[in-house]
């Protein structure tokens, strides 16, 4: 199921628990006290804490946690659509779906293993998800958490059906943040995006970064790998990698869409931001038997420098 650092208890780095519903929860622990909590409901990422026991990650205190609807907060896996630009519901099935331990996976690389603490999750389609998505697939998901408490999240995607299809997809990535008027993003600046509050018309990024004083919901095109997002108030960096993912998703709901959303507190989105490694703009098209792969990578700095790449080339970014 998880493996783990061979310097230390492997029981003490995963445990297996179950959330008042009865749904397996994976909790990966790391030797400076790290941890990250992954629930068996959407595969989704619902806790990433520091060495110092911070909490990383947003979950709106009205949250729902029953199956079969998505909890608000962490990392959501939005599969086979993102969006409402499609047939299927919000953001496609995938994060409402119950997912299962993986026990003998395809391998991956051994630097993808070596010295972290990791699961790995497997989700194919039921006979409700073909009759609203005809398409046979094998969705492999592995999330480990690093020695240094780097959080990585790696999916593969495999057409086994008879015929090609499309997809798009995102980890949809709720930071937390001190205050979001204390909050920029940096690594967007001149690039084209949709504007998701204007029918996604597409305009070029303007500033030399993005700040907030109101709602925002783009969809940067042909983002670099890395962007960063400073929390000057907390004195914190969330740098944000990615892989096979062009498009960047910057979205806050502000304070009158707030109100709209039964699961999200009218004043939560002061302390929220959701910067989503993406393919939106062209799905994602795999022949019979072709796999995609999309990684993200998250790392969080107790600074608020700009993001210095070399340090980012020996994290592997």
Not at 282 to 287: D, E, S, V
Request: net charge negative; with cysteine.
């Amino acid at each position: 199921m998880g493996h783990y650092a061979a310097v230390w208890d492997d029981k003490a780095a995963t445990e297996i628990t179950k959330d008042w519903n009865g749904i397996d929860q994976v909790l990966l622990r790391n030797t400076h006290g790290a941890s990250a909590k992954i629930s068996l409901h959407g595969g989704q990422v619902i806790s990433w804490r520091n060495g110092q026991g911070e909490e990383l990650l947003f979950t709106s205190n009205k949250a729902i946690f029953k199956h079969p609807k998505s909890m608000r907060g962490g990392i959501q896996i939005c599969y086979p659509q993102f969006g409402d630009c499609g047939l299927l519901d919000q953001h496609g099935f995938a994060r409402n779906k119950i997912w299962v331990i993986d026990e003998n996976p395809p391998p991956l690389t051994s630097y993808e293993s070596s010295g972290k603490s990791y699961v790995d999750l497997l989700l194919k389609p039921s006979e409700e998800d073909l009759k609203q998505w005809p398409h046979s697939f094998e969705f492999r998901l592995r999330v480990s958490l690093a020695i240094d408490g780097d959080l990585t999240l790696i999916s593969r995607v495999r057409n086994i059906n008879g015929k090609p299809f499309s997809f798009s997809f995102a980890y949809h990535t709720y930071l937390s943040v001190s205050d979001i008027s204390e909050v920029r993003v940096e690594g967007l600046e001149t690039l084209d995006y949709l504007d998701n509050l204007s029918k996604r018309e597409l305009l070029t990024e303007q500033g030399d970064a993005i700040t907030f004083e109101s709602e925002i919901d783009r969809t940067y095109l042909r983002s670099p790998k890395v962007v960063a997002v400073l929390d000057h108030e907390r004195k914190r960096t969330y740098v944000i990698g990615k892989e096979g993912l062009p498009d960047t998703v910057v979205w806050n709901p502000w304070e009158k869409k707030s109100k709209t959303m039964a699961d999200f507190g009218d004043d939560e989105y002061k302390s929220m931001l959701c910067v989503d490694g993406a393919a939106v703009e062209r799905p994602i098209t795999l022949k019979p038997g072709e796999e995609w792969t999309g990684k993200l990578m998250l790392t969080a700095v107790k600074s608020s420098f700009c993001f210095d790449q070399l340090e980012l080339q020996s994290k592997g970014f």
